[in-house]
């Protein structure tokens, strides 16, 4: 194959280059103070942002950068973002070139790219930008045997190892879209995937750890399958090391070791800059799957340049995001952003607390020299509550750590603060979307934003989103105008049209991020919550209408309604109101003054349960759904990825010697 037009970035205050690719027009912007909250109609663009100058890479449909029209204080009920574009059209690369390869061909090729921290195997391993390289074309080299080519899609489904990122990047090698499914999915939720994505071939591996147990994804995969009525033509299995090999029926599985060892490896295959970079499925409203669809060059820049600007690295820094790659976080922040930019980025299989103690983050980060971590509030939570002086933590020295970024959900301020002494350094909140791909809003480390802004905010408009407006309604309403700047969906997987109803029908000219906050006195932006029925429980997306069609099936359930509750320690959780065939009981007077204090009178509210532990999943998250079965009285599954599935029988003995039928 021939070498691919490479895309090399030269990012500075008021030029970028991309070479290989369509120029673009140069647009500059004055800095003033935003005063006038903007309101849906025919107003001329105001010139007026929060950043430094940032020339948008842009395509030749696209006018001058919009800038940010923002609030004095007012409320905000939902933000909209800008129209969906052709990046760079008539452009072409390669994303793998460009994440790897390149960083060889310039001399960094001894530079660690993947650093592999697995306190559940035991394992740490380094591996750098040559060696993944060659892993990497050699994988590719697989596939391309094995019929994958330019466009077909490949379902990877497996847990944090080394080995799912190059499959990512062996798929991004080829033109081949993958979309990587989360470990934790059950064998039903894999089909509906495997059914709507259609892949030519799944990549799995054989276990998943968990502390004190393993995950065996074989069975989940063939089960999967028998469920499906889409069948790929083969299903490359990771035997992990120091465990019992396994297989498939002959014909559709083969073994990741042996095709290796006969491969030969593959070059970059150059790609339209609007090419399917991955389809990321994401909850969502309704019953169809939410495939987000990435495109390659836009996202390529938009990743690069937030990997300096906002979060302030230079190449060669160890960065961490403790996520999981089936995130959107994890494809952005573990895999892509940070090796385009040559970071060397952390890969942790591990939980906050219990992987051994709640010292786990910081020792990853003492023991590596991160330079800069992006974690979520649940995370630093749980840490907080086994740790609360963080005194395990601090037995670990930061000397490199410069930053500490927070998203997924809304910090609340007390965790604000305990974070801060804990680490040392600004802890900083932002606000983004799986459909985003990367920051709306944020501060810019890298544009020299203040590193003490106010607590609760989630920042500034990054540049790009310069067109945010602000709908005032009774609640605040956040809109982007369109087009959307580059790294944002593309669309969804074979559903153009329920991504124009679902982001674009309801304001004409505007993406809706239905996201609800306000915006003070200084540009600030302060998200507080889902405007539409999609409830952000501990940064995972549930859908209130999947709830209550559960608590509906109970015999003794009429009607009901679901929405999020805060919470002290798990940020939002879901709340039942249930009208029950059989009338009302009135739950202790304590608790029904605390509920019309601190939720108002409208909010029902059962009996406080004392319990001994919260089931986890291996990424830190609880499984609300499960719990809202269960206390609802419905039957409930548990996730293999939960840690301790005991907890649950805790639970059930608690919710019937204390529940009696709920209160309204």
């Known amino acids: 194959m021939g070498r691919p037009t490479p895309l090399v970035l030269n990012l500075?205050?008021?030029?970028?280059?991309?070479?290989?690719?369509?120029?673009?027009?140069?647009?500059?912007?004055?800095?003033?103070?935003?005063?006038?909250?903007?309101?849906?109609?025919?107003?001329?663009?105001?010139?007026?942002?929060?950043?430094?100058?940032?020339?948008?890479?842009?395509?030749?449909?696209?006018?001058?950068?919009?800038?940010?029209?923002?609030?004095?204080?007012?409320?905000?009920?939902?933000?909209?973002?800008?129209?969906?574009?052709?990046?760079?059209?008539?452009?072409?690369?390669?994303?793998?070139?460009?994440?790897?390869?390149?960083?060889?061909?310039?001399?960094?090729?001894?530079?660690?790219?993947?650093?592999?921290?697995?306190?559940?195997s035991g394992t740490k391993k380094v591996t750098t930008f040559r060696e993944l390289q060659e892993q990497v074309s050699r994988l590719a080299g697989v596939l391309a045997r094995r019929g994958v080519g330019t466009g077909d899609l490949v379902v990877i489904y497996m847990p944090m190892v080394p080995e799912a990122m190059v499959t990512m990047l062996a798929c991004a090698r080829l033109g081949a879209p993958h979309s990587?499914?989360?470990?934790?999915?059950?064998?039903?939720?894999?089909?509906?995937?495997?059914?709507?994505?259609?892949?030519?071939?799944?990549?799995?591996?054989?276990?998943?750890?968990?502390?004190?147990?393993?995950?065996?994804?074989?069975?989940?995969?063939?089960?999967?399958?028998?469920?499906?009525?889409?069948?790929?033509?083969?299903?490359?299995?990771?035997?992990?090391?120091?465990?019992?090999?396994v297989s498939m029926r002959p014909g559709l599985s083969l073994d990741w070791d042996e095709e290796m060892a006969r491969a030969q490896p593959h070059d970059c295959v150059p790609v339209p800059s609007n090419h399917p970079l991955y389809v990321l499925y994401t909850s969502g409203t309704t019953g169809t799957p939410k495939g987000i669809v990435r495109d390659t060059a836009g996202y390529a820049v938009m990743l690069r340049w937030t990997m300096a600007n906002i979060y302030g690295l230079r190449p060669g820094d160890v960065w961490w995001a403790a996520s999981d790659l089936g995130w959107v976080v994890g494809h952005s922040y573990i895999c892509y952003g940070p090796l385009l930019h040559g970071n060397s980025t952390i890969l942790y299989e591990g939980k906050p607390v219990g992987t051994p103690d709640p010292g786990a983050f910081f020792r990853v980060m003492s023991e590596h020299g991160v330079s800069s971590m992006f974690t979520a509030p649940t995370a630093l939570r749980a840490i907080r509550q086994q740790d609360p002086e963080a005194a395990v933590g601090k037995r670990y020295p930061l000397n490199r750590l410069r930053s500490l970024f927070l998203a997924g959900e809304r910090c609340d301020v007390e965790t604000l603060d305990w974070a801060k002494r804990s680490f040392g350094v600004p802890i900083l909140d932002h606000w983004w979307q799986t459909e985003t791909g990367s920051a709306i809003t944020s501060t810019c480390i890298g544009l020299g934003n203040s590193l003490t802004p106010p607590a609760g905010q989630a920042g500034k408009p990054v540049p790009g989103y310069n067109g945010l407006m602000y709908l005032s309604l009774s609640l605040s309403l956040s809109l982007s105008r369109l087009p959307l700047p580059p790294g944002a969906a593309l669309s969804l997987w074979q559903n153009a049209a329920l991504f124009k109803e679902l982001y674009f029908t309801k304001f004409p000219g505007f993406y809706d991020t239905m996201d609800a906050g306000y915006v003070d006195e200084d540009g600030f932006l302060y998200i507080m919550s889902r405007s539409?029925?999609?409830?952000?429980?501990?940064?995972?997306?549930?859908?209130?209408?999947?709830?209550?069609?559960?608590?509906?099936?109970?015999?003794?359930?009429v009607d009901?309604?679901?929405?999020?509750?805060?919470?002290?320690?798990?940020?939002?959780?879901?709340?039942?109101?249930?009208?029950?065939?059989?009338?009302?009981?009135?739950?202790?007077?304590?608790?029904?003054?605390?509920?019309?204090?601190?939720?108002?009178?409208?909010?029902?509210?059962?009996?406080?349960?004392?319990?001994?532990?919260?089931?986890?999943?291996?990424?830190?998250?609880?499984?609300?759904?499960?719990?809202?079965?269960?206390?609802?009285?419905?039957?409930?599954?548990?996730?293999?990825?939960?840690?301790?599935?005991?907890?649950?029988?805790?639970?059930?003995?608690?919710?019937?010697?204390?529940?009696?039928?709920?209160?309204?």
């Open 12 to 120: 500075k205050d008021t030029s970028n280059e991309l070479l290989g690719l369509r120029p673009h027009t140069s647009h500059t912007h004055s800095e003033t103070p935003r005063r006038h909250l903007w309101c849906l109609g025919p107003q001329p663009p105001r010139r007026e942002t929060n950043h430094k100058h940032f020339d948008l890479l842009k395509a030749d449909r696209v006018s001058d950068m919009i800038t940010l029209g923002a609030g004095g204080g007012g409320g905000v009920t939902g933000l909209l973002l800008s129209s969906v574009i052709e990046t760079f059209p008539g452009g072409k690369l390669n994303m793998c070139h460009n994440a790897v390869d390149r960083h060889v061909e310039s001399g960094r090729g001894d530079q660690p790219a993947i650093i592999y921290d697995s306190p559940v």
């Open 180 to 245: 990587l499914i989360f470990g934790g999915f059950a064998s039903k939720e894999l089909s509906v995937r495997i059914d709507h994505a259609k892949p030519k071939m799944i990549v799995t591996a054989s276990f998943g750890l968990e502390p004190g147990r393993r995950v065996e994804y074989i069975p989940l995969v063939e089960k999967a399958l028998e469920l499906s009525s889409h069948q790929p033509a083969h299903v490359l299995i990771y035997n992990r090391p120091h465990m019992e090999r």
């Open 532 to 557: 539409d029925d999609v409830i952000n429980v501990a940064g995972h997306r549930l859908s209130a209408g999947a709830l209550e069609e559960s608590l509906l099936q109970h015999p003794d359930v």
């Open 560 to 664: 009901c309604a679901v929405m999020g509750l805060d919470d002290s320690l798990k940020g939002v959780v879901p709340l039942a109101m249930c009208v029950l065939r059989n009338g009302e009981q009135e739950v202790a007077a304590e608790a029904v003054k605390l509920v019309r204090e601190t939720i108002g009178p409208v909010a029902a509210f059962r009996k406080v349960l004392f319990v001994k532990g919260l089931p986890k999943t291996r990424s830190g998250k609880i499984p609300r759904s499960a719990l809202a079965d269960l206390v609802n009285g419905k039957p409930y599954k548990i996730s293999p990825t939960i840690e301790d599935p005991d907890v649950f029988k805790d639970i059930e003995k608690q919710v019937r010697a204390a529940l009696g039928p709920p209160a309204l």
